[in-house]
């Protein structure tokens, strides 16, 4: 694609980053195959290459209207396009960029800002969050069905974390939302890691990873949040610590970026990239332990499952395939999942934002995850499980919960 930069942004390290994105694209349309909401909605300005040559014109100088920016919206960031793209066009760099820039131009009405702007400043406060979703919960009868269905049904317990007493040590992320919602998430984690001689810990005041408010649009706030991670956690490296073990994949995602968002802080540049290649999926952690953790495991009850990827595991992490196979190792029967690298909608706070479209996508990916009649929905985000959860037919679990049943059960 050519490209002629306006001089504001031209020379600038987002104009250089967006000037290269953009050459790479070759208007192959491969991509609109994928893409959720040009499925749903039809529409070229509501696929990739639509999206595209809209933050184009932008970039050379049109005039930009909240047309622009609502199209901009309804993008879910799930990235499927790229996974499809033959010309490895970075769409995900691109449009936080064009974000950013249509924000700065167009602004948005009152009850926007103040929706997006409660959610940037209540998510990340896992103690604040907790509360609120606590009272939402006992409120749950007379609320509207529209945030009735974003709440959980009850909040598992954490049960016991193991203390440290290995020499082999991996940290994992507390997170923003998860220790409310899925609190036995990384405690779950830290049992079945406990089992192969891992221990997993916490480093204290970290939060979120900053995803929340980097894409609610709140980018310098994100960044923040990302140099807060990076100073709790800088200690653990080079003192023993193998890895930053995510059991959540839309944290991971981010994670794994920070050498990129971070990449023209001087301060931080080199401590992002280094946090960036020690951070390992859960799945992968798992995986390289697998001849030690198979013969803990007695048979599953349940052997017949299903397993939603998360796109950030998928299509961010490019780790299709790796949670799949371990399951399968581990004598799970997995269901054949109709158009499994398809998003169910959640897609952080998308959910919340644009709800029609998240219920739309929802339906369809539920209706995949049990055409085969599995009697378990298996994920690895918290994000999707508690979206796929409030209308699932059957339990919906993240895989490490499953699993340290089993252990707990040998």
Known sequence: M????????????????AD??????????????????????????????????????????ARVT??????????LT????????????QYGHLVDIGRKLVEERVGRPFAQRVERGAMAVLFPRTSVFRVLMRLGMLARPVLPATLATKLPGDIPDRGEWPAPRHARKMVA??????????????????????????????????GCCGAVRFHLNYQAWGLDDMRRVIDAWWPYVGNGVEAFAMTATGCGATVREYGHYLQHDPQYA????????LTKDLAEVVAGELDRVAPLLPPPTRRSVAFHPPCSMQHWQKLRGVAEKLLSRLGYELTY?????????????????????A??????????????????????????????????KVPVKHWIVELDERLASA
Request: proline share 6%; charged share 20%.
């Open 20 to 61: 290269a994105i953009l050459r790479k694209c070759v208007h192959c349309g491969f991509c609109t195959a994928t893409c959720p909401t040009y499925q749903l909605l039809g529409d070229e300005l509501d696929g990739p290459r639509g999206r595209i040559y809209l933050m184009k014109q932008l970039l050379e100088g």
């Open 173 to 206: 992320l507390a997170g923003c939302v998860q220790p409310a919602l899925t609190p036995d998430t990384n405690a779950a984690a830290a049992r079945v890691l406990d089992r192969l001689g891992i221990s997993l810990i916490e480093a204290p005041g970290v």
């Open 2 to 17: 050519q490209t002629n930069l306006a001089t504001w942004i031209k020379g600038t390290p987002d104009g250089k980053e």
């Open 66 to 75: 909240a047309k622009t920016q609502l199209h901009l919206d309804r993008c």
């Open 337 to 357: 999942v109709p158009d499994a690298h398809s998003c169910c909608g959640s897609a952080g706070t998308y959910a919340l934002t644009q709800p029609e479209l």
């Open 270 to 277: 080199e401590k992002a990239r280094r946090v960036s290649e």
């Open 78 to 89: 799930c990235r499927n396009c790229e996974t499809t793209c033959p010309s490895g066009v």
């Open 359 to 392: 219920g739309k996508l929802r339906q369809a990916k539920l209706a995949a995850l049990q055409s085969g009649t599995p009697e378990l929905i298996l994920t690895a985000n918290v994000g999707c499980q508690t979206h796929l959860a409030a209308e699932a």
